[in-house]
T-cell receptor, first 112, second 113 residues
Framework: LAKTTQPISMDSYEGQEVNITCSHN???????ITWYQQFPSQGPRFIIQ???TKVTNEVASLFIPADRKSSTLSLPRVSLSDTAVYYC?????????????FGTGTRLLVSP | ETGVTQTPRHLVMGMTNKKSLKCEQH?????MYWYKQSAKKPLELMFV???????ENNSVPSRFSPECPNSSHLFLHLHTLQPEDSALYLC????????????FGPGTRLTVT
């Protein structure tokens, strides 16, 4: 099971780009990287998922270097509403049912 | 979003009561999950159902009893709970082919008195 390490918290200002890095040094060949966002008293929301290089959607970008030992979630031009906890999960999609662990995540605070 | 709904949204129950939480997904997924989130703690995966079959039970006390009658509905039956069971209970669903792409409901805020 690939263990993930994220910063406990980050601060930013409105309009800035925010990059949250997740370390997963023992990622396995079949593992994918998935990021979630959670607001207080709500369920997490799936943001993005990738295997290698770069993935982009309407919400964020996910950068994965060639060695895949880390990944970076990039949020362009954050707003106050992006204040939330962000979770990085790593696992094999075929066996993931047994290994879903959200961890403590990164608490992002966006200020005016 | 109404892909995954949960009822009730709030529940207060005594330790001797029996109640049930309901979850329904309209996404055509085949896997459903129950999570518990206590204050200041990470999400804890409780149960996993894959094609209506329970595949995971992460050492959850027997006072929590899940039921999955079909791939769209999931219940969590509660009886003789303890105050420490007070938490946000979240239901999620995912495609069978990707358990990491989960869609969560709004949760049920449970208070045990």
């Amino acid at each position: 099971l690939a263990k993930t390490t994220q910063p406990i918290s980050m601060d930013s200002y409105e309009g800035q780009e925010v990059n949250i890095t997740c370390s997963h040094n023992n990622i396995a060949t079949n593992d994918y990287i998935t990021w979630y966002q959670q607001f207080p008293s709500q369920g997490p929301r799936f943001i993005i998922q990738g295997y290698k290089t770069k993935v982009t959607n309407e919400v964020a970008s996910l950068f994965i270097p060639a060695d895949r030992k880390s990944s970076t979630l990039s949020l362009p031009r954050v707003s106050l509403s992006d204040t939330a906890v962000y979770y990085c999960l790593v696992g094999d999609l075929n066996t993931g049912f047994q290994k879903l662990v959200f961890g403590t995540g990164t608490r992002l605070l966006v200020s005016p | 979003e109404t892909g995954v709904t949960q009822t009730p949204r709030h529940l207060v129950m005594g330790m001797t009561n029996k109640k049930s939480l309901k979850c329904e997904q309209h996404l055509g997924h085949n896997a459903m999950y129950w999570y518990k989130q206590s204050a200041k703690k990470p999400l804890e995966l409780m149960f996993v159902y894959n094609f209506k079959e329970q595949t995971e039970n992460n050492s959850v006390p027997s006072r929590f009893s899940p039921e999955c009658p079909n791939s769209s509905h999931l219940f969590l039956h509660l009886h003789t709970l303890q105050p420490e069971d007070s938490a946000l209970y979240l239901c999620a669903s995912s495609p069978r082919t990707d358990p990491y792409e989960q869609y969560f409901g709004p949760g049920t805020r449970l208070t045990v008195t």
